[in-house]
């Protein structure tokens, strides 16, 4: 196919050829915001969002619901709601966004970060099991891009542990592992609705929980430690974490819309991995048995770095030069043990005694698999992609084609690994 587009060549797909962009919104939305905005009623459990939390909870399948501020402080709540504090030890997995970890520190638990599988990115099992204490209360598995944990085995060893399972959900809205929905198959489970998310309102988050009880504490920490319907057997002294009835509405119409657009991507990105199986050196991520639907935040790939003989970085900036796009594919997460947002000995208020200091320190920890993710063979793409035609993810497979066979014309591009490195940094927002 020519001289790659780095290079000076003729790229894969024109300029002209628009992709997909996100947030996505309709004319139903305008003229329901509208409504909100004469309703005079604007917040502080409002009919709009209870109507959407309800619906939310009825779709993932869970037994409560309701929203929160956003998917940060979803995670602390839920933690606060199962009574985790301080010096209790939290498994997390080491590649996701930092709030994940961030949460723990915040209630003054202890973050132990674990490292994942190397085809899925999401949590080694057998990694969870070797760090398990008599200081360990829960575990937080992150749904991470386009991927599932062997959540059977999770949901086996935290019952014989006696662990709460907490699902991090911010990533797949619309998943289901054996025909349940994410977010119903732990004791706890978050969600976020921040911009880029599959379901999004700008800012906000979710929770769901098994029980009246937990639901009920979820209530009082989210509404400044009031009682639900006044009743104050399980408040929970606490501050305002609420959404607005804006917000809601918003979610209501991108709600509307939710499972067809999973569909559509789901059906896009096994088209896509089904393309990239047949390329040597590139390896998509292992779809589990278990799935019967897969939502995307990122469509994830892995290439041999070894075999090319590039990095991530070289490699994400020759495709988006062959796509002409120039922040469409990044590598994923910094593993969190260096991670630059996450740095917990930048707050004194986290420095209880010289033992916690220690102990949430990231740097004590090592993340492998992680580390290879992001510095040496993982690249994703943002989910609106997922969202184009059968033709775009064509126009994908045949530009790692060509980088492919032409990988030798970038192993001395010094031009290819600054404007990775620049699109990487222009990313961070997500």
């Not at 209870?50 to 998917?71: D, I, L, P, R």
Request: aromatic fraction near 8%; include cysteine.
């Amino acid at each position: 196919m020519g001289t790659l587009a780095l290079r000076g060549g003729k790229p894969v797909r024109g300029t002209s050829a628009k992709w997909p962009t996100w947030p996505m919104s309709d004319s139903g939305d305008a003229k329901r915001m509208a409504e909100v905005v004469k309703s005079n009623r604007w917040s502080y459990d409002g009919p709009v969002e209870w109507a959407f939390a309800e619906a939310f909870t009825k779709y993932v399948g869970a037994k409560h619901g309701m929203c929160s501020a956003n998917g940060t402080v979803a995670i602390q709540i839920a933690l606060e709601a199962l009574d985790i504090g301080a010096y209790d030890e939290v498994i997390v997995t080491g590649l996701t966004w930092q709030a994940t970890a961030a949460a723990c520190i915040d209630v003054n638990a202890i973050p132990v970060l674990v490292d994942v599988e190397p085809d899925t990115w999401c949590l080694d099992i057998d990694a969870v099991e070797a760090a398990i204490t008599n200081k360990t209360r829960a575990v937080i598995v992150v749904h991470l891009y386009g991927c599932i944990a062997d959540m059977t085995r999770l949901q086996s060893l935290c019952k014989k542990h006696g662990l709460f399972l907490i699902e991090d959900c911010a990533h797949q809205h619309g998943t289901f592992w054996k025909g349940q929905g994410v977010g119903s198959l732990g004791d706890m489970a978050t969600f976020s609705f921040q911009e880029s998310k599959v379901l999004s309102s700008g800012e906000g988050g979710f929770n769901t929980c098994k029980t009246k009880q937990l639901f009920e504490r979820l209530y009082s920490l989210r509404n400044c430690g009031r009682g639900y319907k006044d009743d104050m057997t399980n408040a929970v002294q606490s501050g305002n974490l609420r959404i607005t009835e804006f917000q809601a509405v918003i979610l209501e119409g991108g709600l509307a819309r939710l499972d067809a657009q999973v569909k559509k991507r789901d059906v896009n990105a096994q088209y896509l991995t089904s393309r990239l199986a047949e390329i040597p050196g590139v390896l998509p991520m292992r779809r589990r048995k278990e799935v019967t639907q897969q939502s995307y935040f990122n469509y994830a790939l892995r290439i041999d770095a070894k075999d090319l003989k590039i990095d991530n970085r070289v490699f994400a900036a020759a495709l988006n030069a062959e796509l002409s796009a120039k922040e469409l594919f990044e590598p994923p997460y910094q593993p969190l043990n260096k991670c630059d947002l996450y740095k917990p000995h930048t707050k004194s208020r986290h420095r209880l005694n010289s033992d916690y200091w220690k102990a949430i320190n990231p740097k004590r920890f090592k993340l492998p698999v992680c580390s290879d993710a992001h510095e040496k063979s993982g690249v994703v793409v943002h989910h609106a992609a997922l969202m184009g035609t059968k033709k775009d993810m064509d126009d994908i497979a045949d530009a790692i084609t060509k980088i492919v066979d032409h990988v030798g014309d970038l192993k001395a591009s010094k031009n290819g690994a600054a404007t990775a490195k620049k699109a990487f940094k222009a990313r961070t927002r997500w």
